[in-house]
Nanobody, 124 residues
């Protein structure tokens, strides 16, 4: 069992930055690839970014490439999402999630554990 707790959400103006953090507890953090997803009102939960177990491989959805950066600290059991140049369309609840697959996937059903989410609101 892995428990995930997100933090760092809030209200920011367009063009601003936020840094989300996800703290993990339970089974060895380094055994899991970690992903970030987001869900806007009335929409499905969409993939944002993923990082491999050791942190050497990352992948992003096209809409955030060049603006968002995912990173992890296995010594501190944390994963972060640095979000720059935020746009109103980035407004959503952001979730971190964990999966044990060697080749991390980008589909929500591939993830075993989820946090409770943190709200990000970008005003225009």
């Amino acid at each position: 069992q892995v428990q995930l707790v997100e933090s760092g959400g809030g209200l920011v103006q367009a063009g601003g930055s936020l840094r989300l953090s996800c703290a993990a507890s339970g089974r060895p953090f380094s055994s899991y690839a970690m992903g970030w997803f987001r869900q806007a009102p009335g929409k499905e939960r969409d993939f944002v970014a993923v990082i491999s177990r050791g942190g050497g491989t990352t992948y992003y959805t096209d809409s955030v490439k060049g603006r968002f950066t995912i990173s992890r600290d296995n010594a501190k059991n944390t994963v972060a999402l640095q979000m720059n140049s935020l746009k109103p369309e980035d407004t959503a609840v952001y979730y971190c999630a964990a999966q044990k697959k060697v080749l991390p996937g980008i589909m929500a059903y591939e993830y075993e554990y989820w946090g409770q989410g943190t709200q990000v609101t970008v005003s225009s």
